[in-house]
């Protein structure tokens, strides 16, 4: 017998992917035990070896492609747009606002750089990385820096960024990014209302 058709089984995908990355983010690659991933996403562990049998660097690719994808969406996608570099800028922000939330923001990319999770995720999330800067210093070049500075800016901008997102995990203040953020626009002379 042919089994039924699921009608939410795209929520219920999302919701287990949402499951491996909150795990992922919060106790890193090493530190995420099978267990700690079957709990999350409500997926028996054999049942996860058969869903992903590649295991747990499977597990891991998965929940990095999806929050790549977000981020793409959210963050990288606004600084590709026609629109002015402040605006642009300004929407950028709005989307790490959106990205991270306001909720114990925590940082997928960061915890899949340490431990072992390094030789798999690295080469990705270099990419990203790479991209993010280079996208912030095409903006910052349209505003008259020379091109260097714009680099050294833009790599500013994101270290402080994901310096907030470590401040918000040591504190447990949940407010440090987005304080982080206004400052970022105070700096770069962008209100909220230009995304």
């Not at 089984?9 to 035990?33: P, Q």
């Not at 091109?147 to 949940?174: F, K, P, Y």
């Amino acid at each position: 017998m042919a089994r039924p058709i699921v009608k939410d089984a795209a929520a219920r995908n999302t919701g287990i992917v949402d499951g491996l990355i909150n795990v992922f983010k919060h106790k890193g690659y090493d530190g995420a035990s099978l267990s700690d991933l079957a709990s999350a996403t409500g997926i028996a562990k054999a049942s996860l070896y058969h869903r992903f049998p590649g295991g747990k660097p499977e597990l891991g690719r998965t929940a990095l492609a999806e929050a790549g994808r977000r981020f793409a969406t959210l963050v990288l996608k606004p600084l590709q747009t026609d629109k002015p570099a402040l605006n642009r800028l300004s929407a950028m922000l709005s989307g790490i606002a959106a990205f991270y939330g306001a909720e114990s923001p925590a940082c997928l990319m960061n915890t899949l750089t340490l431990g072992d999770a390094l030789p798999l995720f690295g080469k990705d999330i270099r990419n990203t990385h790479n991209a993010w800067q280079r996208l912030i210093a095409r903006a910052l070049e349209e505003l008259g820096r020379s091109e260097a500075q714009a680099m050294d800016e833009a790599e500013d901008i994101i270290a402080r960024i994901q310096g907030a997102l470590v401040l918000s995990r040591l504190s447990d203040r949940t407010g440090s990014l987005a304080s982080m953020l206004e400052r970022i626009r105070t700096q770069l002379g962008i209100g909220e209302a230009e995304g």
